[in-house]
């Protein structure tokens, strides 16, 4: 034992101190202050109320300098006795694809390189519905909706079984108790394995700084909801979690023209969503993976 | 005993009656600018109640509306304009006009009340807007009418990444 020269003690003492010292560096310059803050930020589910409030007065202030815009973010927690569902009615949807820019809009996605958009509206010919994989969502005819095709829009399932959170390496993406799947970006390594999970192709990844117009801005935002992200994350439909969360129907729901799209609290025997489960004619998108998604399509006639 | 029986025949009466004059907050319904009130123009007017074709006023409205048995006094009421009337006779403001819809379209009616059919908007466990039959389907020529898509999403190749 005299030979050895450290032990393992040793090793972890020096480690720790050159560490400490290394982040006293980065803390005492200024330049890097918020770049170590954000590195030393710790997971949405472990902060305290207090660490949650200076994250978001950083983020404001960071979002305000890099939009012009003054940003609102909210870290509203779930409500209890609420479990978000959706409806989506294929016999009414036209496929005209408001929904897709109406949550373009609300939820600051980048307009162009990277392209964002996390709804899919998929065009099917008609007594295909089961065969999605000649399903096309480039179509672009004069007019919707077009004789022989039905359309059904595809966006992010919220499964209660959900693939995408059990691949995740550094549980970066969870399901909230009011069952939204979402996303803490500041977490969030970008190895896309939830992506690669997905089997309704409901995430997608920032290929590079989003692009959005200053004029079109949303500046409500939830923190794990529609705060602008960053290069190199995942994103993906959150039901509108800034709306659903103090009571508003999603932006998808409010743009839809022909009514096709609802959404309801599944616990609340009175809403719309139960009523359609209830009475209408239901299935939900390859039922067979188990992945129980609260995404009910519908036939109303 | 009998009371009690009466009473609560009474109490079941109102309730259903209270149920049928349940009340739906709607925004305007989609007048032509300038036409409402009717009576306006209408007042003093003589009552003609023939099927003709309209060479004066209203020529936009081409009736695609069961149009073999119907015209403008099925609906709107003669002695004043300003109401729609029912197949009871009772007349209803034009904020009403879901129920004169629903004495023919009565599955719709009842979906629409769910709201399962048509469109709400506001907040859904509280203040909401429903928006009226004629919102979306033009009572004199209800069949919705095609639209134009937003444009389809890039493909890879055409963004600047794009191989």
Redesign the interface.
């Known amino acids: 034992m005299a030979d050895k020269l450290y032990t393992r003690r040793d090793v972890v003492k020096v480690i720790s101190f050159s560490l400490l010292a290394g982040s006293g560096l980065l803390g005492s310059s200024c330049v890097n202050k918020e770049a170590t803050e954000e590195f030393l930020q710790r997971h949405y589910l472990e902060m305290t109320e207090d660490e949650k409030k200076r994250v978001v007065k950083r983020l404001e202030e960071r979002y305000r300098k890099d939009y012009g815009v003054k940003f609102n973010i909210s870290t509203e927690a779930a409500k209890k006795g609420t479990l978000w569902g959706y ?1 989506l ?1 294929l016999s009414r949807c ?5 929904c ?2 109406a949550c373009v809009r609300e939820n600051n996605n980048s307009r ?4 964002v ?1 996390l709804i ?1 509206v998929l065009r099917l010919k008609k007594g295909n519905l089961i065969n999605l994989e000649h399903s096309e ?9 077009e004789e022989g095709f039905i359309y059904m829009p595809v966006q992010c399932q919220h499964c209660e079984n959900p693939p995408c959170v059990k691949v995740c390496p550094v549980k970066a993406t969870w399901k909230e108790p009011d069952g939204l799947v979402v996303v803490d970006y500041n977490w969030c390594i970008g190895c896309r394995y939830c992506m690669a999970a997905c089997p309704y192709k409901g995430r997608v990844f920032n ?2 700084e989003p692009k959005i117009p200053k004029e079109e801005i949303n500046g409500e935002v939830h923190y794990l909801g529609n705060r602008p992200r960053m290069k190199n994350v995942v994103e993906k439909c959150t039901f509108c979690i800034q709306r659903v969360r103090s ?3 999603p932006a998808c ?2 743009a ?4 096709t799209r ?4 599944l616990l609340d025997q009175e ?2 969503i139960r ?2 489960i209830e ?2 004619r239901v299935f939900r998108l390859k039922e067979d993976l188990n992945t129980e998604p609260k995404f009910y399509y519908f036939f ?1 006639l | 005993m009998r009371t009690t029986f009466i009473l609560s025949l009474l109490f079941l009466c109102a309730y259903g009656y209270g149920k049928t004059k349940e009340e739906f907050p709607v925004p305007r319904p989609p007048f032509t600018e300038g036409i409402f009130p009717c009576s306006s123009c209408h007042e003093g007017m003589e009552v003609n109640p023939k099927k003709r074709e309209l060479k004066e006023e209203h020529r936009s409205i081409k009736l695609r509306h069961g149009e073999n048995f119907r015209w403008c006094l099925d609906c709107h009421d003669g002695q004043n304009r300003d109401k729609l009337k029912l197949v009871s006779g009772e007349l209803i403001d034009f904020t009403e006009s879901y129920m004169l819809c629903g004495q023919c379209h009565g599955t719709t009616y009842r979906d629409w009340k769910a709201g399962i059919h048509g469109k709400r908007t506001g907040y859904f466990s509280g203040k909401k807007m429903y928006f009226l039959c004629v919102h979306c389907h033009d009572p004199h020529n209800p069949k919705f009418k095609p639209l134009r898509p937003e444009p389809p999403p890039m493909k890879p190749k055409e963004t600047k990444h794009g191989r």
């Open positions: 409806g009615d036209i496929g005209c694809r408001r897709v820019y162009h390189d990277p392209q958009h899919r969502h480039y179509y672009n005819p004069e007019h919707v909706p290929w590079a009571g508003r129907y729901v409010e839809c023209p022909t009514g609802k959404f309801g609290n809403s719309e009523y359609l009475n209408k109303s």
